[in-house]
Nanobody, 130 residues
Framework: HVQLVESGGGSVLAGGSLSLSCAAT????????MGWFRQGSGKEREWVAS???????RYADSVKDRFTIAKGNAKNTVVLQLSSLKPEDTAVYYC?????????????????????????WGQGTQVTVS
């Protein structure tokens, strides 16, 4: 039984920083992608960033140069560092994960912005920027 447990988030003033973490349990893959999506109030879910087994990270244009995704120190963990936060970054942030064999899933490549094909989702954590 795979579970993604998120931590971090909270409220911050514009220009501030936050860190989100996600730990996957019951999760065993030869190749894995982990990432983050977000959904603002009244908005569609959107892809934010992802990182694959080779450590290659990808970002949505809206967060590039402000957010950093990295593998955590523990196995099957991922950290999203959010900086230079803007009010429009306010959203529930969801951790996403999935295994792959030859190539990462399209969502891992930023080609499925609504999260189509994500195998596992976290419960979400709120980020509020004012």
């Amino acid at each position: 039984h795979v579970q993604l447990v998120e931590s971090g988030g909270g409220s911050v003033l514009a220009g501030g920083s936050l860190s989100l973490s996600c730990a996957a349990t019951g999760y065993t893959c030869s190749s894995s992608c982990m990432g983050w999506f977000r959904q603002g109030s009244g908005k569609e879910r959107e892809w934010v960033a992802s990182i694959d087994s080779d450590g290659l990270s990808r970002y949505a244009d809206s967060v590039k140069d402000r957010f950093t995704i990295a593998k955590g120190n523990a196995k099957n963990t991922v950290v999203l560092q959010l900086s230079s936060l803007k009010p429009e970054d306010t959203a529930v942030y969801y951790c996403a994960a999935g295994c792959y064999v030859d190539e990462p899933w399209p969502w891992c490549l930023g080609r499925a912005p609504r999260g189509q094909g994500v195998a596992y989702w976290g419960q979400g954590t709120q980020v509020t920027v004012s």
